[in-house]
Nanobody, 124 residues
Framework: EVQLQASGGGLVQAGGSLRLSCAVS????????MSWFRQAPGQGKTFVGV????????VYADSVKGRFTISRDDAKNTVNLQMNSLKPEDTAAYFC?????????????????WGQGTLVTVSS
């Protein structure tokens, strides 16, 4: 059974930082590109960033570039999202997702495996 368990969300003031983690089991982790998406209330899932299978390549949405960093630890089967300089507009549920051997995937429809989401609230 494939499981993605996201954690680390919470309430933070604007300008602050949070680190999200996603623990993955049930797949051969290094065969999968890993992404983070977010979903604000009343909206669909939007791409935040992706890290390639070998961890060398990362791509970010323009809205988070320079503030967010994705990393992965293949020994622990985890992917992390370091979020700095948070803004109120970053408030959303954040989801980790895995896609088989497609490091360019930015559309939610390309991801077969999803975590349950962790809520990030940024106050002004």
């Amino acid at each position: 059974e494939v499981q993605l368990q996201a954690s680390g969300g919470g309430l933070v003031q604007a300008g602050g930082s949070l680190r999200l983690s996603c623990a993955v089991s049930g797949i051969t982790f290094d065969d999968y590109a890993m992404s983070w998406f977010r979903q604000a209330p009343g909206q669909g899932k939007t791409f935040v960033g992706v890290i390639s299978m070998n961890g060398i390549t990362t791509v970010y949405a323009d809205s988070v570039k320079g503030r967010f960093t994705i990393s992965r630890d293949d020994a622990k089967n985890t992917v992390n999202l370091q979020m700095n300089s948070l803004k109120p507009e970053d408030t959303a549920a954040y989801f980790c997702a895995a896609t088989y051997r497609n490091s360019a995937a930015q559309s939610p429809s390309l991801y077969e495996n999803w975590g349950q989401g962790t809520l990030v609230t940024v106050s002004s």
